[in-house]
């Protein structure tokens, strides 16, 4: 196992951080929205929820989230929203581990919306997300997408999520790798997922680790086109390592609060 999958280096706190702020914002514009009963929350590569050196992961953010927001607008007497949240791994050990973390720490309530896991390999676990975003009705939705690598990762699936017209999703990738590849000869994983953008003969050179994000988000949003932004955020980790965070979304609001929480983020840091 990478040693990152089982310890929180700081580029994952970073990551965590934005993904905490956002989803804050997030929950308290949708319960204020009117028409919005649900948000469907999904986290495709959940993992174990707590990293052996304490960090917390995705599954534990969301859901500490959900209860602050919860509990504040209760005591608000705002509007209650649900959260239906399905944590996804491959590795039935990682989301067994997170589930016995959120019984120990009592970080879910039914009262708060469903809370299912599931053991599906990512690329038969998209269309199972896309077929229930677009089934549910009155609910907006939030997908994470944290890969180990990104070789099953495609632009299409990314695609097929925004068509619903109702949701948002957040892509980490470790591009630092990515561009160190495209260097020495392109392996097949990287082809294929350039490839599923533009054609190959069209992809321009990067000349540095952020050269590739800013090709890389210039492709996105050309194979997207006009009815979705794409913005992204460029964690560093040592001198010229850099990993990004993509956020895609058809809505200006949710544009406009992930630039918010970006900006908070960089005067902190």
């Given at each position: 196992?990478?040693?990152?999958?089982?310890?929180?280096?700081?580029?994952?706190?970073?990551?965590?951080?934005?993904?905490?702020?956002?989803?804050?914002?997030?929950?308290?514009?949708?319960?204020?929205?009117?028409?919005?009963?649900?948000?469907?929350?999904?986290?495709?590569?959940?993992?174990?929820?707590?990293?052996?050196?304490?960090?917390?992961?995705?599954?534990?953010?969301?859901?500490?989230?959900?209860?602050?927001?919860?509990?504040?607008?209760?005591?608000?007497?705002?509007?209650?929203?649900?959260?239906?949240?399905?944590?996804?791994?491959?590795?039935?050990?990682?989301?067994?581990?997170?589930?016995?973390?959120?019984?120990?720490?009592?970080?879910?309530?039914?009262?708060?919306?469903?809370?299912?896991?599931?053991?599906?390999?990512?690329?038969?676990?998209?269309?199972?997300?896309?077929?229930?975003?677009?089934?549910?009705?009155?609910?907006?939705?939030?997908?994470?997408?944290?890969?180990?690598?990104?070789?099953?990762?495609?632009?299409?699936?990314?695609?097929?999520?925004?068509?619903?017209?109702?949701?948002?999703?957040?892509?980490?990738?470790?591009?630092?790798?990515?561009?160190?590849?495209?260097?020495?000869?392109?392996?097949?994983?990287?082809?294929?997922?350039?490839?599923?953008?533009?054609?190959?003969?069209?992809?321009?050179?990067?000349?540095?680790?952020?050269?590739?994000?800013?090709?890389?988000?210039?492709?996105?949003?050309?194979?997207?086109?006009?009815?979705?932004?794409?913005?992204?955020?460029?964690?560093?980790?040592?001198k010229n390592q850099y990993f990004c965070l993509f956020f895609f979304t058809s809505h200006i609001y949710g544009f406009d609060k992930m630039l918010e929480a970006k900006w908070e983020i960089d005067s902190e840091?």
């Amino acid at each position: 196992m990478k040693d990152s999958q089982s310890n929180m280096f700081e580029h994952s706190e970073v990551k965590v951080k934005l993904l905490n702020l956002y989803i804050q914002k997030y929950l308290n514009i949708l319960s204020r929205a009117q028409g919005i009963e649900k948000v469907q929350l999904y986290d495709l590569f959940c993992g174990e929820g707590i990293y052996e050196n304490g960090g917390e992961g995705s599954p534990i953010i969301f859901l500490k989230a959900i209860k602050d927001v919860y509990y504040r607008n209760q005591a608000a007497g705002q509007k209650i929203i649900q959260v239906d949240c399905v944590f996804n791994d491959l590795e039935t050990w990682k989301t067994e581990k997170v589930k016995s973390i959120v019984a120990n720490k009592k970080l879910h309530y039914s009262t708060f919306g469903d809370l299912r896991f599931r053991n599906v390999d990512y690329t038969k676990a998209v269309p199972l997300v896309v077929d229930q975003i677009a089934k549910v009705k009155k609910s907006k939705a939030f997908v994470f997408i944290d890969p180990y690598g990104y070789k099953e990762v495609r632009a299409s699936q990314i695609k097929s999520i925004l068509l619903t017209k109702k949701s948002e999703v957040l892509l980490f990738l470790a591009t630092q790798f990515m561009f160190r590849f495209e260097r020495k000869g392109i392996p097949e994983a990287l082809l294929s997922f350039i490839e599923d953008l533009v054609p190959k003969e069209m992809w321009p050179n990067s000349h540095t680790g952020i050269d590739f994000i800013e090709n890389l988000k210039s492709a996105f949003r050309n194979y997207l086109g006009d009815e979705f932004f794409v913005d992204s955020f460029i964690i560093t980790r040592d001198k010229n390592q850099y990993f990004c965070l993509f956020f895609f979304t058809s809505h200006i609001y949710g544009f406009d609060k992930m630039l918010e929480a970006k900006w908070e983020i960089d005067s902190e840091e």
